[in-house]
T-cell receptor, first 115, second 111 residues
């Protein structure tokens, strides 16, 4: 997972509390993504960013917000965590289609448990 | 849901056999990619096939693409126990930066 780190790697929180997951990259890639992975659903796109302060929604964006104030950091925030947001969250980065193919590099994942 | 479908959901084979996984997608694509995920880890890119290609090879991997049927298949030849993992296809669209993943195939290769 060189070049991309996620923090925290594990978190247990209670329903109704805010949670922020951080993704940090050192590759200077334009695109950053947040996915969640749940049994039976594979990976589902939450939000992605195509530049500083430029973000767009994915398939399952309700209950999540994101921010990207600088190229290297992409934050995912759960304003008020619910048990349905218990999941493993993956951040990914890519240089975009302008590089030829838009291949993703994934972080190691952040396991979130909402009690 | 925008997610494509993969089948089978799970596949169990013996070492040395070939493994074939299939992926269907829903809209026009720029390219289709296959990723591998070992248990508890992030996904790793394996191979990519562009919309104007029909077949691609990389080592023991062969990928085919049929744009008329909106489907792709991944063949792993002469499988090894170390190939045990989950395999995902991902659609890459011509516009924007979205990659939409299928639900994955869990491959188990028994020694």
């Amino acid at each position: 997972d060189a070049g991309i780190t996620q923090s925290p790697r594990h978190k247990v929180t209670e329903t109704g509390t805010p949670v922020t997951l951080r993704c940090h990259q050192t590759e200077n890639h334009r695109y950053m993504y947040w996915y969640r992975q749940d049994p039976g659903h594979g990976l589902r796109l939450i939000h992605y960013s195509y530049g500083v302060k430029d973000t767009d929604k994915g398939e399952v964006s309700d209950g999540y917000s994101v921010s990207r104030s600088k190229t290297e950091d992409f934050l995912l925030t759960l304003e008020s965590a619910t048990s349905s947001q218990t999941s493993v969250y993956f951040c990914a980065i890519s240089p975009g289609l302008s590089s030829g193919a838009n291949v993703l590099t994934f972080g190691a994942g952040s396991r979130l448990t909402v009690l | 849901s925008q997610q494509g479908e993969e089948d089978p959901q799970a596949l169990s084979i013996q070492e040395g056999e070939n493994a074939t996984m299939n992926c269907s997608y829903k809209t026009s694509i720029n390219n289709l990619q296959w990723y591998r995920q070992n248990s508890g880890r992030g996904l790793v890119h394996l191979i990519l096939i562009r919309s104007n290609e029909r077949e691609k090879h990389s080592g023991r991997l062969r990928v085919t693409l049929d744009t008329s049927k909106k489907s792709s298949s991944l063949l792993i030849t002469a499988s090894r126990a170390a190939d045990t993992a989950s395999y995902f296809c991902a659609e890459v669209y011509n516009q924007g930066g979205k990659l939409i993943f299928g639900q994955g195939t869990e491959l188990s290769v028994k020694p």
